[in-house]
């Protein structure tokens, strides 16, 4: 498995990959997302070019959903994830669009790093690989990028549990129900998040991001 060069300067890499690396190799079920795509999310986006992140939870558990970035899945995939579904729905309400498939890499090409907690997952086993190590991985992708002020999106209790990792005072950070079907109506629809995101790195002078159409981003 090819690492990712830009963020190869962090211990867990050598402290800690290695070990996770043999219990996949060990693994006899089927392991989601495929291996050359596991550092998709880390590959999209160098440390520099971050501007967004969004912290998911781990990969879609179903083969041919998830491709290494968190929420986002293949072009061709119908119907849309339910958790894909209800952020498309706030994306509606807030501009009046949304993305005309479930593919969200052009997001990670405007600076969105897309990161899971877990960077792999039994094929419909959803949560198995939480306690692989993975999460050791995010904390010092957080930590690292709280060099300078960046937006946070942190949906739901588990990616707020990471917020501890994230340094500094001039950070956009945003936290709110996560939008799966069982939350989503508990404080994530209404939240505005990429607006607000928007309206911030307007603030700050940076370009806002093009959340809704391909071919302009």
């Known amino acids: 498995m090819s690492l990712p060069e830009r963020w190869g300067h962090l211990p867990f890499f050598t402290e800690d990959f290695p070990r996770?690396?043999?219990a996949l190799a060990e693994e006899t079920r089927q392991i989601l997302p495929p291996e050359p795509q596991r550092f998709a999310a880390l590959d999209?986006?160098?440390?520099?070019?971050?501007?967004?992140v969004i912290l998911g939870?781990?990969?879609?558990?179903?083969?041919?959903?998830?491709?290494?970035?968190?929420?986002?899945?293949e072009p061709e995939v119908r119907p849309l994830p339910r958790s894909l579904t209800n952020i498309y729905k706030e994306l509606q309400e807030e501009f009046g669009a949304v993305?005309?498939?479930?593919?969200?890499?052009f997001w990670a090409r405007q600076g969105v790093l897309l990161l899971n907690t877990a960077l792999s997952v039994p094929a419909g086993n959803a949560g198995a690989h939480a306690k692989l190590g993975w999460s050791k991985l995010t904390a010092q992708v957080l930590e690292a990028l709280s060099d300078q002020p960046r937006a946070f999106i942190l949906w739901g209790g588990h990616a707020q549990k990471f917020a501890p990792h994230i340094h500094g005072d001039?950070?956009?950070i945003l936290t709110s129900a996560h939008p799966s079907p069982l939350s989503a109506r508990r404080g994530f629809f209404g939240s505005?998040?990429?607006?607000?995101?928007?309206?911030?790195?307007?603030?700050?002078g940076e370009t806002p991001?093009?959340?809704t159409?391909?071919?302009?981003a």
């Open 44 to 52: 999209a986006c160098a440390p520099g070019d971050v501007r967004v």
């Open 170 to 172: 001039d950070h956009l």
């Open 213 to 216: 159409t391909p071919g302009a």
């Open 209 to 211: 991001i093009n959340w």
């Open 99 to 105: 993305p005309p498939n479930g593919d969200l890499r």
């Open 57 to 73: 939870q781990d990969p879609y558990p179903t083969p041919g959903h998830a491709h290494g970035l968190s929420f986002s899945v």
């Open 20 to 22: 996770i690396a043999t």
């Open 192 to 204: 505005r998040p990429f607006s607000r995101v928007n309206d911030w790195l307007k603030a700050r």
